[in-house]
Each structure stands twice: as structure tokens, then as C-alpha cells.
């Protein structure tokens, strides 16, 4: 999201729930995880075991929930993350691909090999 002038301008994310990423800076660089959660509003991802943050909790036995420090991940930037494709199994750019029935899909642009499930 970037402000111009009082106005704010959304960016598209081509990374989705469920993908593998390698994180590329941040205390976490070189580790990869699964995408659990995007926040395409904050342009923001929750990746599986990266960005661990503590997070301080009261008891409520009315939920279940015990206190203490809880350990949980915290949000990383879209753009400090990469998508490993599936295909050469190495961090890529996403391209994008018109199949001959129609469809657009997702592309590796290293080896053109697509990343829909």
C-alpha cells in the first residue's frame, strides 16, 4: 500500500494461502515456509515459522485458553518474501500464463512451469 497525495493505492498479490515461500530479508532470511494467512489490505503474509513474535495472554477459562507467553507467528511484507516453485524447487518470480481453454494461471518465470494446484 502505498499513500499518494492522501489517496491509497492497493497492490495486487500473486502469492495465496497454502504456498510455499522462502523469506528473502528480515531476521528470517533463507527460511521457508507455507503462506497460512494473506492480509491483502496490509500487503502483509503470516508464514509458517517465521517472524515468531511473544505475545503476552490472560487466562480465560470461559474459552479454555491457559495464560502465559505464547509464541505465535507475526505478519512479514509481501515483498520480502519469494514463491518457490514446485516445479525447479527454487525461489521465482510469478508470471502469469493464458491457457489454450481460456483460463489465466499462475507461472514460475524461471522454468514456466505453473503453480496452480
Known amino acids: 500500500m502505498a499513500r499518494t497525495g492522501g489517496r491509497i ?6 502469492i495465496r494461502k497454502g504456498d510455499t515461500v522462502r523469506v528473502l530479508s528480515g531476521r528470517d532470511a533463507g527460511k521457508s515456509g507455507r503462506v ?8 502483509t503474509l503470516i508464514v509458517e515459522h517465521a517472524n515468531i513474535i511473544k505475545r503476552h495472554t490472560r487466562p480465560n477459562p470461559a ?7 505464547v509464541e505465535k507467528e507475526g505478519p512479514v ?8 516453485c514446485s516445479g525447479c524447487n527454487k525461489p521465482a518470480r510469478i508470471g502469469h500464463q493464458t491457457l489454450p481453454d481460456g483460463t ?9 512451469a505453473t503453480l496452480e494446484k
Open 9 to 14: 493505492e492497493r497492490f495486487t498479490i500473486s
Open 104 to 112: 489465466k494461471v499462475r507461472a514460475c518465470s524461471r522454468c514456466g
Open 63 to 69: 474459552k479454555n485458553i491457559k495464560g502465559g507467553i
Open 36 to 43: 497460512l494467512s494473506v492480509n491483502p489490505r496490509k500487503n
Open 77 to 84: 511484507h509481501a515483498s520480502n518474501v519469494q514463491i518457490v
